[in-house]
């Protein structure tokens, strides 16, 4: 127990001495949130709308004053003659341009079939269709409200979005920098202490001392879980604080299954070190092995569903993935552990086959 | 005179190729032994074994009364080492270095204060015991390994090229502190490609292509090859090697 506890000495004095590393670990999680909460959302807003129709047009002109009272649209030209609509795109920078059919209230009055012509910069697809939904949306609720009662026939479509009512994307992100920043500290950070005491030719010492291999590891991983368990707080608490995200379910069990993948990660760690010869190795299959997956196959960024099978074959094998699942479900949908036992079952084995292995590992190395 | 290293045709294969090749030789007890070869000979790969670093592939040995392949465990508390790669924490101060490896080795906390001031003060690093390791010139440093190598008075001692790097008065000043501890009854193993050093040792030994092509004192070495230094025994012992391939 001696042993033990002047090697976990050791192992936090080399953290507390790497200040740049220390500083970079402990500010990493902050300023992610911060970058994905404020700078990189996925959130469509301010886009730059031109109108067209024919002058003096009663329902046009409502419509657009509609439009414009939505935050997500500025309205920022209106013309008269639907020609040369491509310029306006190039010159006034428009994102879309909404063209309504020459006499469109007539129309409407007679019973006609007035028509509304949208154009979009689909240069980035996303927003393109996400802009078309709303203003389809403005305008049929507009065309329920003139038909008044007397249509025939009226079918109100009432949308509810369940749990993230505002369509928020930090409902998504902050899941998901919690995988990201936990793999990354503990997969990276663990391995490359490890490599590092084998690069420097420490791990001979260590190893004809009567310390025991075992002690060697629980000193590395020691230190990482107490650093794992600040950032994972600092997440939480910058995203209820800054960002309204809400902590529905159980705190405790949130806090259950993120230590359950931290161990996920810091074994994870321990087994690409025993892989590996120098830190740069271990920078890289930790680094590009193990945060491309989190960040692309989590979910974080792309739906899973609507990925191709093979890739959702492979996320099934990123222990983040189902990490990200659940601290979704207990996080926003509020939901208790009975609800995410497959996630906890699947980590569990994942942890159980990455202790076997990385013990194998171990002996061979030292036969 | 008790013999604390004993090997009887140890030999380690790796997959087709044998590094080391039935080697039979003994260590008294507080004994310089010289362990020589080139790079490649198999002196590291004999020296882990020892440690209880490899495991032997054929043959037996056993180190402070341990066998080697059984109860290597037992041996890891009664030996020390040093590496041929410097072999403390630059990051860690000087002080913090010796607690670290007394702690280790499970000394007690008292014995542990008492002794890393005696060493400080002989090494004279006493007002420099909160130096980061990193800032202390390398003879310095070496001189710390090696005290720290034996601060748990081990009853044997392997050095694995220990004067790497360093220059000739601190050499000396190294082997100086070797010289005091062999007094005290430590043994100790040393590997060296100096061919100097090899000088200063009771008894060496010269492995070339995993086996040992001589082992004597130096002196008798010399005589036997009728060379005026250890360097020249060294060539004509590696030609003849060659020759009779």
Redesign the interface.
């Known amino acids: 127990m001696k042993q033990l506890l002047s090697f976990i000495k050791k192992e936090v004095l080399h953290i507390i001495r790497d200040k740049r590393t220390i500083l970079i670990l402990l500010i990493m999680p902050v300023v992610q949130i911060m970058l994905f909460g404020f700078a990189m959302t996925l959130e469509v807003k301010n886009i730059r709308v031109a109108v067209s129709y024919q002058y003096g047009d009663e329902l046009a002109e409502k419509i657009t004053a509609r439009i414009s009272a939505s935050e997500y649209f500025d309205i920022v030209k209106t013309i008269n003659n639907p020609i040369n609509i491509s310029s306006y795109f190039i010159k006034e920078k428009i994102d879309t341009v909404i063209v309504f059919s020459d006499g469109f209230s007539n129309e409407i009055y007679k019973g006609g079939t007035p028509a509304v012509q949208i154009i979009n910069d689909a240069s980035d697809p996303n927003q393109a269709s996400t802009v078309t939904s709303y203003i389809s949306a403005i305008i049929s609720s507009f065309q329920n409200e003139i038909a008044g009662a007397a249509s025939p026939v009226r079918i109100n479509t009432e949308l509810k979005m369940l749990y993230n009512p505002e369509l928020k994307g930090s409902y998504n992100f902050v899941p998901g920098v919690m995988a990201l920043v936990l793999t990354l500290i503990c997969a990276m950070m663990t391995s490359i202490s490890i490599v590092r005491e084998k690069e420097f030719g420490t791990m001979e010492l260590l190893l004809v001392s009567p310390m025991k291999p075992a002690y060697i590891i629980i000193s590395k991983i020691v230190p990482y879980f107490i650093i794992s368990t600040i950032n994972l707080l600092t997440i939480i608490a910058l995203a209820v604080m800054l960002l309204d995200m809400p902590v529905r379910g159980s705190f405790t069990l949130l806090m259950g299954v993120s230590f359950l993948f931290i161990f996920v990660s810091l074994t994870v760690g321990i087994f690409i070190s025993s892989l590996v010869a120098n830190q740069a190795a271990a920078m890289l299959i930790a680094g590009m092995g193990m945060m491309l997956p989190v960040m692309l196959l989590s979910g974080m960024l792309f739906p899973l569903d609507s990925m191709p099978k093979f890739l959702q074959v492979i996320a099934d094998f990123v222990p983040a993935s189902w990490y990200f699942t659940a601290v979704k479900k207990i996080m926003i949908e509020g939901q208790g552990f009975m609800n995410i036992t497959k996630e906890i079952i699947i980590l569990n084995i994942m942890l159980a086959v990455l202790v076997i292995a990385s013990i194998k590992k171990f002996k061979v190395r030292l036969g | 005179m008790e013999q604390v290293i004993v090997t009887n045709n140890l030999t380690k294969k790796f997959g087709s190729f044998t590094a080391v090749d039935n080697i039979s030789f003994y260590v008294e007890k507080g004994e310089i032994f010289g362990f020589l070869g080139a790079n490649g000979a198999g002196k590291t790969t004999a020296m882990r074994m020892l ?5 032997p592939t054929a043959g037996s040995g056993s180190v402070a009364g341990y066998d080697i392949s059984k109860e290597y ?1 037992k041996i ?2 009664n ?1 020390g ?1 040093m ?5 403390l ?1 630059e ?2 101060t000087v002080s ?1 270095n010796i ?3 007394a ?4 000394m007690p906390l008292k014995k542990i204060k008492e002794k890393s001031a005696q060493i400080l003060e002989r090494l004279e690093l006493t007002d420099r015991k909160d130096t ?1 390791v990193k800032y202390i010139p390398t003879g310095w440093k070496q001189k710390l390994a090696f005290s720290v190598a034996v601060f748990h008075e081990p009853k044997i001692v ?1 050095l694995d090229e220990p004067t790497g790097g360093v220059d000739p008065e601190a050499r000396r000043q190294f082997w100086e502190m070797i010289y005091e501890a062999a007094d005290n009854g430590i043994t100790i193993f040393v590997t060296t490609h100096y061919m100097d050093e090899a000088e200063y040792c009771d008894r060496i030994s010269i492995m070339v292509q995993g086996k040992i092509a001589a082992l004597a004192a130096p002196k008798d070495m010399k005589k036997e090859y009728n060379a005026a230094t250890m360097d020249e025994v060294f060539r004509k012992l590696v030609a003849g090697t060659f020759n009779q391939e």
């Open positions: 440690c209880g670093l490899s495991k465990e890891k508390k030996i080492y590496s041929q790669k410097f072999s924490y990051d860690l913090e607690k670290l490896f702690g280790i080795y499970g980061l392997f």
